[in-house]
């Protein structure tokens, strides 16, 4: 028996060894109509067509050689966009823009096909390498978007009054419960049901050390409606001076999670409905060749679907997401449960719900940013034109990037340490010392809330950012259609409060520039213009060269 599973193994690893070729087939259509039907009216229709198939092709990293053939799942993409336009002018002070969209895409994962019914078999030495199907291998993401916009524009006395509203539906259905993104750590919470082997010769006798699967509904559906209504008034004080007013009111509305009673929080998500965004700006010309504009405004982020669904995807009910994992517990392999290579059946009292909880916390605020500037610009020679301005940002709510646990029990006890010098080669050493709480493993504990629970993981919006700029550009306009731009900007980017973090009970810490500061920037840029329309007089060939 023991000689017959050594060359099941061997029959398995050689198999799984080697290239496969992958193909990856790629139809785009793009086509539009535009159509003048009147002096007054203009229509448009677009669609944008996409169909991938790529056999093999989930993984898309050439050099990924920790897979074997198995799992190589297979890639289909299916998407489409149509949209229609219409703008109608009833009079030469009214102009009203109409437009309408729909999206669909549609995403599916499925397996090689080389491993029929086969879980996931990970090898940890002598290499990781991974057999069977993957849980990468079977998914399906399916979204359908739907979208009208309305923009009127009112030209009476000085004024010019813009008014509009947006509406958007996005329904999103997602059944891909295995690890979402084949190139990072696979998730071990699949149904296909996962082994791991320390050494080859513990896979070929049947011995793991770890078996995981997961049970529940894998399919996560939900739809946001969004809205939208703004008004602005642009305002001709006087020649030399232009002021732009305006208001823009927009939200979501997620719907509310599935609930455990056990625990009311994973049941509700803050909905933010009155997110009221001023914005002001002005353009004023003091002096001749001489232009000031300046603005201030304050804009809203949508909160990301993903993000949602992460958040609330594990209440802690069976009938949501359950799992069961389990060790070799000594004896012959088929004394074990489950006996290798078979799976737990999906109904098996075995599987308990996670002891994990993820939710919104209650104090979550959708994300969004103050930005005020002012720019001077002087033309300071014929065909040149220099600019000096600032700009400020400051992002509010932020979205963490680290994981805050509700259940987690303060931090008891503090530990010193001391820096020793970089000559220093042994210990004891003197250098400055710091006292910070204990934070090794063995002194985390959970329960903080509830003992019923371990993690209670919360999205939580903390974070800031501060970005603040000054900058100079230089346009000279040349001659024949040759224009040059140089610019140079002095900024710095600042993060703080929580963006991440390695305490949750202590922010102070994460002020630190951002990953995206960028101290000095210099850019010179040219465009030419060649207007190659005027070498000939023949109405055909001006269109064409244009």
């Excluded at 991938?52 to 993409?77: C, H, K, R, W």
């Amino acid at each position: 028996v023991y000689l017959q599973r050594v060359s099941n193994a061997i029959n398995a690893l050689n198999s799984n060894v080697g290239t496969k070729s992958r193909s990856g087939n790629d139809l785009v259509l793009t086509p539009r109509i535009d159509y003048q039907a009147s002096s007054r009216d203009a229509f448009f229709l677009s669609l944008n067509f996409n169909r991938f198939d790529s056999p093999g092709g989930v993984i898309t990293e050439p050099t990924d050689g920790n897979y074997g053939l198995q799992t190589l799942a297979n890639a289909y993409v299916h998407t489409f966009q149509t949209s229609l336009g219409w703008t109608h002018g009833f009079s030469r002070n009214l102009l009203n823009e109409f437009h309408a969209s729909t999206s669909q895409d549609n995403e599916t994962a499925t397996p090689t096909g080389l491993a029929p019914n086969s879980p996931t078999v990970i090898l940890d030495s002598p290499a990781a390498f991974t057999l069977g199907n993957a849980p990468f291998s079977i998914g399906k993401v399916f979204e359908r978007q739907y979208s009208l916009a309305d923009h009127l524009d009112y030209i009476v006395g000085k004024h010019t009054l813009q008014f509009g509203f947006d509406w958007n539906r996005a329904w999103d259905s997602d059944t891909n419960d295995g690890g979402a993104d084949p190139n990072e750590a696979i998730d071990l919470g699949s149904p296909l049901g996962l082994y791991e082997f320390p050494s080859l010769q513990a896979f070929a006798l049947g011995q793991y050390i770890n078996f995981s699967q997961a049970s529940g509904n894998p399919t996560f559906s939900f739809a946001v409606p969004y809205y939208g209504f703004y008004v602005q008034d642009t305002y001709r004080v006087l020649p030399p001076l232009t002021l732009e007013l305006g208001l823009r009111e927009d939200f979501q509305v997620y719907p509310q999670p599935a609930e455990n009673p056990a625990f009311p929080l994973t049941g509700q998500y803050p909905n933010q409905f009155r997110r009221l965004a001023p914005r002001f700006g002005f353009a004023w010309q003091p002096a001749d060749k001489t232009v000031v504009r300046g603005g201030f405004g304050q804009f809203y982020t949508n909160m990301n679907g993903l993000n949602y669904r992460n958040a609330v995807v594990s209440n802690g009910l069976a009938s949501q997401q359950a799992s069961f994992s389990s060790q070799y517990h000594g004896g012959i392999p088929n004394q074990q449960t489950p006996t290798f290579p078979n799976i737990l059946p999906s109904n098996s009292s075995l599987f308990q719900s996670s002891p994990d909880i993820s939710l919104v916390s209650p104090q979550f605020r959708a994300p969004y940013i103050v930005q005020a500037s002012l720019q001077v610009e002087r033309e300071i020679s014929e065909n040149t034109t220099l600019s000096i301005g600032t700009m400020w940002n400051h992002a509010v709510h932020l979205l963490s990037g680290s994981a805050y646990d509700l259940n987690l029990n303060p931090l008891q006890g503090t530990t010193t340490y001391i820096v020793c010098p970089p000559t220093a080669t042994t210990a004891p050493c003197s250098g400055p010392t710091y006292t910070l709480p204990s934070m090794d493993n063995g002194l985390l504990s959970e329960g903080h809330i509830s003992s019923s629970f371990n993690e209670i993981n919360a999205l939580i919006s903390p974070g800031q950012n501060h970005y603040n700029s000054f900058f100079v550009q230089l346009q000279r306009r040349m001659s024949h259609g040759l224009a040059l731009q140089a610019s140079y900007t002095f900024a710095k980017s600042i993060m703080l409060d929580g963006m991440d973090f390695n305490n949750q009970f202590d922010f102070s810490n994460t002020h630190a520039a951002s990953l995206l500061d960028q101290r000095h920037r210099f850019t010179l840029a040219g465009v030419y213009q060649a207007r190659l329309d005027r070498v000939t007089s023949s109405d055909t060939g001006r269109a064409l060269l244009s």
